[in-house]
């Protein structure tokens, strides 16, 4: 009686768990973000092969999960013995045919689960890269991320700008995975698989998002105090969004006379050791390129909103926003910080 209760227990988890994946799959990708992104809604071919081949597995297995169950609940129902009977059941060895059938099923599921997955692995990793690509090289930091496109010339920090691609003009784009202090890992969910960049190592991806909009993922490896605060933000822009922001970053920075006195700060403090703004004597690569600043929505990889109050909190003291960032509180005055939010915020 006890393995009855059991097996009415697995079942009803199985009932459970398929019923959680059914309405999970049923989620309408048109929904508004709601910042969980969802795996079950790919925007992307890799992500589109890499679901169709999960649901694969899960059928596979659901129909083994089931058949299982059924036979177990059979057993136990059918077999079940009385208190009062203690004779021994009936002992059966060796049935060449049960030996076959348990053997040689589980080899066949196993090798067609494996020839589909080393189809869809082949199809994700070999994919030639079309000359219509953009490229991109993104390097993780502890605990921002650096986005390099060095055809177009342009170096920005945590929010990737990439073009919708269109099945009939296929404009995919490729990245290349850098890191420059330790581990971390690439995964927008909706847009391709997860991978790993490794220090002294080059690792590749790519994505063709179908639709344009904002996608998120986060840093998907360990890699510091302030790791799960490094959120990755992709957003798809329509081929002439795209082309009007790669038009814009391409600028140098914005020379504002009625803003020296902040860049004068900026330029005399160990701002300009870490960070770049282009056109100015600032060329410092260790922290993210400010050239376009007030570009991007969030600072500090998605920690807080770009708003002039946040902004002069980062400065003041980096850990109120984030503990533990690589970056330094530099004692400024009240009035420094003022006019070097007034500079800052004229990086357009
Ligand atoms: C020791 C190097 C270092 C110094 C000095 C430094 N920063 Fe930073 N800064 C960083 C790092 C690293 C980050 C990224 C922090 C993170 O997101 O975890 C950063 C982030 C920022 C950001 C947010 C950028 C973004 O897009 O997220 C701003 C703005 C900024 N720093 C301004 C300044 C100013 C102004 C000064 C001088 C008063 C300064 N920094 C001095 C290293 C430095
Ligand atoms: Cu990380």
Redesign the pocket.
């Not at 920005?156 to 929010?159: G, H, K, M």
């Not at 969030?298 to 990889?301: E, L």
């Given at each position: 009686m006890r393995l009855g209760k059991t097996s009415t227990t697995l079942g009803a988890l199985g009932v459970f768990l398929f019923l959680s994946m059914a309405t999970a799959v049923a989620a309408d990708p048109a929904a508004p973000s709601t910042g969980l992104e969802n795996i079950f809604a790919p925007e992307s071919t890799p992500a589109k092969s890499i679901l169709d081949l999960s649901l694969l597995v899960l059928a596979v297995t659901a129909v083994i999960f089931v058949v299982v169950c059924t036979l177990l609940v059979y057993a136990v129902v059918k077999f079940r013995g009385s208190a009062d009977d203690d004779r021994e059941p009936a002992q059966v060895y060796g049935s060449t045919q049960i030996e076959l059938a348990w053997t040689i099923i589980p080899i066949l599921i196993v090798v067609v689960l494996f020839l589909a997955t080393a189809r869809v692995i082949h199809a994700v990793q070999d994919a030639p890269m079309p000359a219509t690509a953009v490229e991109v090289t993104a390097i993780g930091?502890?605990?921002?991320w650096e986005f390099r496109y060095p055809r177009l010339g342009i170096v920005?920090?945590?929010?990737l700008h990439v073009p919708r691609s269109d099945p009939a003009r296929p404009t995919p784009t490729f990245l290349k995975l850098l890191s420059a202090d330790t581990d971390h890992s690439f995964w927008i969910p909706q847009l391709a698989g997860k991978t790993d960049l490794i220090p002294n190592r080059v690792n590749q991806m790519w994505m063709d998002p179908h639709r344009t909009g904002v996608f998120l993922g986060q840093c998907a490896q360990y890699c510091g105090t302030?790791h799960a605060?490094?959120l990755l933000s992709v957003s798809v822009d329509s081929p002439e969004d795209f082309d009007a922001w790669v038009r814009a970053q391409q600028q140098p920075a914005i020379q504002d006379e009625t803003v020296t006195a902040g860049r004068r700060?900026?330029e005399s403090?160990?701002?300009?050791?870490?960070?770049a703004i282009n056109g100015t004597a600032a060329d410092?690569r260790?922290?993210?390129?400010?050239t376009h600043?007030m570009s991007?929505r969030?600072?500090?990889?998605g920690?807080a909103e770009?708003t002039t109050e946040r902004?002069r909190l980062?400065?003041e003291n980096?850990d109120a926003i984030?503990p533990g960032?690589?970056?330094?509180a530099?004692q400024?005055s009240d009035a420094?910080l003022d006019a070097?939010?007034r500079?800052?915020e004229t990086l357009r």
């Open positions: 930091h502890q605990f921002w920005t920090a945590n929010e302030q605060k490094m700060i900026f403090t160990a701002c300009i050791n870490c960070h410092g260790f922290g993210p390129d400010l600043l991007r969030t600072i500090a990889s920690a770009n902004l980062w400065i980096p984030k960032s690589l970056m330094p530099m400024l420094d070097l939010v500079y800052l």
